[in-house]
T-cell receptor, first 114, second 114 residues
């Protein structure tokens, strides 16, 4: 399978702590994206990191990419109860032409306790 | 709210019936995607449109499934002779080629086949 695989499957932390989620994949990528999904809702794009980038920040989010290890991590700092959601990594393969379809992992369930 | 809307939000149907879902993307977006998500899994790619042209279909899309985007704006996904295995969340996403690979997802249509 070419899909990203997230680790851990579930994570429970206290509000204010940092949350680190990992994603591994098996093939070359064009870019890797992280999405959040609240229960029963659609997905919200969080951040995109290209294959030639190593780190990106967006607010309390920090994403790293190691193409040699075919892995990425998402760090949420100073977590809040509102961060409780499922988080997915999605990879975009190279050589897909105009089609930028995404291949998703199974997701990580993050629970932030107040 | 990402600006992508889907209708209906929920659909309960009996096995063997036909169902049709609608997706309205962000108005200037020329790319439109359909994904399917089952419980505990990440979204799986079904099909993709560039304007009105359907450019790729997943092997997951059996001949009971058909999608259209007649004027390059809204899209419909029809499932004929529904089966219990079709029960899932059907997600629509859109993007603008010139803005890169970020996809904007709608809230999804949850289909339950009884």
């Amino acid at each position: 399978s070419q899909q990203g695989e997230e680790d851990p499957q579930a994570l429970s932390i206290q509000e204010g702590e940092n949350a680190t989620m990992n994603c591994s994949y098996k093939t070359s990528i064009n870019n890797l994206q992280w999405y959040r999904q609240n229960s029963g809702r659609g997905l919200v794009h969080l951040i995109l990191i290209r294959s030639n980038e190593r780190e990106k920040h967006s607010g309390r989010l920090r994403v790293t990419l190691d193409t040699s290890k075919k892995s990425s991590s998402l760090l949420i700092t100073a977590s809040r109860a509102a961060d409780t959601a499922s988080y997915f990594c999605a990879i975009n393969l190279p050589h897909t032409g105009a089609n930028s379809k995404l291949t998703f992992g199974k997701g990580i369930t993050l629970s932030v306790r107040p | 709210d990402t600006g992508v809307s889907q209708d209906p939000r929920h659909k309960i149907t009996k096995r063997g019936q036909n169902v049709t879902f609608r997706c309205d993307p962000i108005s200037e977006h020329n790319r439109l995607y359909w994904y399917r998500q089952t419980l505990g899994q990440g979204p799986e790619f079904l099909t993709y449109f560039q304007n009105e042209a359907q450019l790729e279909k997943s092997r997951l899309l059996s001949d009971r499934f058909s999608a259209e985007r007649p004027k390059g704006s809204f899209s419909t996904l029809e499932i004929q002779r529904t089966e219990q295995g079709d029960s899932a969340m059907y997600l629509c996403a859109s993007s603008l080629r010139e803005q890169g690979y970020e996809q904007y997802f709608g809230p999804g249509t949850r289909l339950t086949v009884t």
